[in-house]
């Protein structure tokens, strides 16, 4: 059967969180993001392996010393790019994965994600034949506009949602997705796309927000809620 392995790209330098830390290193309650993603992801047992990407020229990950669960290894697989990041990861993990089996990537700068919610997505997306990607409808009217702010019209939003993360692909189309993708594609799922196939999408959650400017970050601290997450964790 195919396994599940998890990517999650932490090789960014949060430069729109305004803060020197990039953003996954940055602390809630008693653990970084990081580490409460991972720890998400680590109790959902049919993810068989973790893999944290994060840049070879920094040291957070050894400064924070975490504590991961026997599933996770760090890469020093950072790129430039978060699809750099992915693809050296996927070239890092290589040895140790079926080319039929599943790839899921998220990125660590959502927090706003449970075992339930990551349960139902692979219930789902697992027997689709390409993968999938959570993502959200969108509630705002959708205007098209030109270069000078001009409105030009009005989309139908029935037809229009925001992805996020989880991206869930076969290890073998995701890699030559990426490969194939002429400069670099802004989610796993443009690139699947680019090869012709067709990805479905899973109703995510609006908690499920990446954290990206200074008030995503204030925003996640408000609403998780650390203690209680971490109860189950000794
Ligand atoms: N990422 C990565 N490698 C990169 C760039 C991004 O692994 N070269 C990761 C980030 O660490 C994050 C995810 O991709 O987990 C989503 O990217 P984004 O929210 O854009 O994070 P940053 O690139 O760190 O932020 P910014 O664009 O504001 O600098
Ligand atoms: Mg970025």
Same mark, same amino acid.
């Given at each position: 059967?195919?396994?599940?392995?998890? $990517?999650?790209?932490?090789?960014?330098?949060?430069?729109?969180?305004?803060?020197?830390?990039?953003?996954?290193?940055?602390?809630?309650?008693?653990?970084?993001?990081?580490?409460?993603?991972?720890?998400?992801?680590?109790?959902?047992?049919?993810?068989?392996?973790?893999? $944290? +990407?994060?840049?070879?020229?920094?040291?957070?990950?050894?400064?924070?010393?975490?504590?991961?669960?026997?599933?996770?290894?760090?890469?020093?697989?950072?790129?430039?790019?978060?699809?750099?990041?992915?693809?050296?990861?996927? &070239?890092?993990?290589?040895? &140790?994965?079926?080319?039929?089996?599943?790839?899921?990537?998220?990125?660590? +700068?959502?927090?706003?994600?449970?075992?339930?919610?990551?349960?139902?997505?692979?219930?789902?997306?697992?027997?689709?034949?390409?993968?999938?990607?959570?993502? $959200?409808?969108?509630?705002?009217?959708?205007?098209?506009?030109?270069?000078?702010?001009?409105?030009?019209?009005?989309?139908?939003? &029935?037809?229009?949602?925001?992805?996020?993360?989880?991206?869930?692909?076969?290890?073998?189309?995701?890699?030559?997705?990426?490969?194939?993708?002429?400069?670099?594609?802004?989610?796993?799922?443009? +690139?699947?796309?680019?090869?012709?196939?067709?990805?479905?999408?899973?109703?995510? &959650?609006?908690?499920?927000?990446?954290?990206?400017?200074?008030?995503?970050?204030?925003?996640?601290? +408000?609403?998780?809620?650390?203690?209680?997450?971490?109860?189950?964790?000794?």
């Amino acid at each position: 059967m195919a396994k599940i392995h998890l $990517i999650i790209p932490a090789a960014g330098k949060g430069s729109r969180a305004g803060s020197p830390l990039p953003k996954q290193f940055s602390s809630i309650g008693s653990k970084t993001i990081i580490e409460w993603i991972e720890f998400i992801f680590s109790n959902v047992s049919s993810v068989s392996s973790i893999s $944290i +990407a994060v840049n070879p020229n920094e040291h957070y990950i050894e400064n924070i010393a975490p504590r991961f669960s026997a599933k996770t290894t760090v890469y020093k697989s950072g790129g430039d790019t978060r699809s750099e990041t992915v693809l050296n990861t996927l &070239n890092d993990i290589k040895k &140790n994965v079926d080319s039929n089996d599943w790839v899921m990537v998220h990125d660590a +700068a959502r927090l706003g994600i449970n075992e339930s919610m990551i349960n139902k997505f692979i219930s789902e997306i697992d027997g689709h034949k390409v993968g999938g990607i959570m993502a $959200i409808p969108v509630s705002d009217t959708v205007k098209r506009v030109d270069k000078l702010g001009i409105i030009i019209g009005t989309e139908n939003r &029935n037809e229009i949602w925001l992805a996020q993360t989880p991206q869930m692909f076969r290890y073998k189309i995701l890699k030559k997705a990426i490969e194939q993708f002429k400069g670099s594609p802004t989610d796993e799922c443009e +690139a699947v796309e680019l090869l012709g196939l067709k990805p479905k999408i899973f109703p995510g &959650n609006t908690s499920n927000f990446k954290v990206t400017y200074p008030e995503d970050m204030e925003h996640i601290k +408000a609403i998780f809620h650390p203690d209680s997450e971490g109860e189950t964790n000794d």
